[in-house]
């Protein structure tokens, strides 16, 4: 089975999987309504066939507990696998009110559970696409097998297509407010960077690429010089001021590609995608403390994939080894200039 892109949304997929399986059980019970309903009515036609369907799809819906959900969701095949599962239930549902007499079968109210179903978990687009195959069940059934008045059918098709309407503005009200949330729990409100969260799922993305692609990446985490001096001389909003300007140079400096991210205080990094060659990155480096040096001197560390590690965790350690190793050099050299000024 193919695989998203490294872009996937992992909360994207984390909720797509609760949300299948949050769907299993409706559709199960709807089940077991059914038999309910075909028990009360057992003199209708169709009796032992209906049952035997609507106990066959509770043990679908029990055997399908035991796929790999996580695995589907994010998977490049996930959405039409969610389609074709709800074009089972509405063929499901079809069947059902056709053998019970058409349209005019109170099984024909089951139509509304795929439309709520994917309000609630699917884009809006592949809710539109359950909205038309809904209609369209319900209006062939209507055409093919007739018994209601054509006044009923105008209502339930209205009704339909209007669940249909207000379930699409949900989908999409729902993933800009995803959307919206997910981009404010990435970001540091300080200097509208990636915070450590989104700087860390960003680093996961970049370097599922490379591994995919066969190309570079590389890492530069540095901190401020003396930074807690600005915050205990000039006060707290002096050194927020610095933070926020810290990251509108470097945005000037790095390509639009490129990744800042607030990792804690006054420590950032940066993900340099494909740098084309290892001795790019510390040129941007030496490019980066330059920029900020109109204001601070800041410490420095590289590392680069694959050359310096393969995962995240040996990339940090390189990189956090290299700065150790610059800010033992700046302080070096702070102390000699004191030195030289007495």
């Not at 077991?32 to 009515?41: E, R, S």
């Not at 379930?167 to 999409?172: D, E, H, I, M, S």
């Not at 933070?243 to 940066?270: C, H, K, N, S, Y």
């Not at 040096?293 to 994939?305: D, F, K, L």
Request: glycine residues 10%; proline residues 4%; hydrophobic residues 45%.
């Amino acid at each position: 089975m193919g695989t998203l892109g490294p872009a996937a949304d992992i909360h994207s997929v984390a909720f797509r999987t609760r949300m299948l399986r949050i769907g299993l059980w409706p559709t199960g019970f709807a089940a077991v309504f059914c038999i309910g309903y075909f028990a009360m009515t057992w003199d209708g036609p169709y009796r032992p066939f209906l049952t035997t369907m609507a106990f066959l799809t509770i043990l679908g819906t029990l055997a399908m507990r035991g796929l790999p959900i996580e695995r589907i969701a994010s998977s490049a095949w996930r959405e039409p696998f969610f389609l074709s599962w709800s074009a089972t239930v509405i063929a499901v549902i079809t069947a059902m009110v056709a053998l019970d007499g058409g349209v005019t079968s109170p099984t024909a109210a089951l139509y509304f559970l795929p439309l709520v179903y994917a309000s609630l978990a699917y884009p809006t687009w592949s809710l539109i696409v359950v909205g038309v195959m809904t209609i369209g069940a319900y209006l062939g059934v209507a055409i093919a097998l007739g018994g209601a008045a054509t006044t009923s059918i105008y209502m339930w098709l209205c009704t339909l297509v209007t669940a249909t309407w207000i379930c699409a503005q949900q989908a999409a009200n729902h993933a800009e407010q995803s959307r919206v949330l997910g981009e404010m729990s990435r970001t540091d409100s300080l200097t509208e960077c990636l915070n450590r969260r989104g700087f860390e799922e960003r680093f996961a993305i970049e370097l599922a690429r490379c591994r995919r692609d066969g190309t570079h990446l590389g890492l530069i985490v540095f901190d401020l010089d003396d930074f807690k001096a600005v915050n205990d001389t000039q006060g707290h909003a002096a050194g927020d001021d610095l933070l926020r300007w810290v990251v509108m140079r470097m945005r000037d400096v790095l390509r639009p590609v490129d990744a800042i991210g607030r990792l804690g205080g006054d420590e950032f990094g940066v993900l340099l995608p494909d740098p084309g060659t290892r001795g790019l990155v510390p040129v941007l480096r030496d490019r980066l403390i330059d920029a900020l040096s109109e204001r601070t001197g800041a410490s420095a560390g590289i590392a680069t994939h694959p050359e310096d590690g393969p995962d995240q965790a040996a990339l940090h350690q390189a990189a956090d080894s290299d700065l150790y190793g610059s800010k033992l050099v700046n302080r070096a050299q702070r102390r000699q200039d004191q030195a030289l000024k007495t």
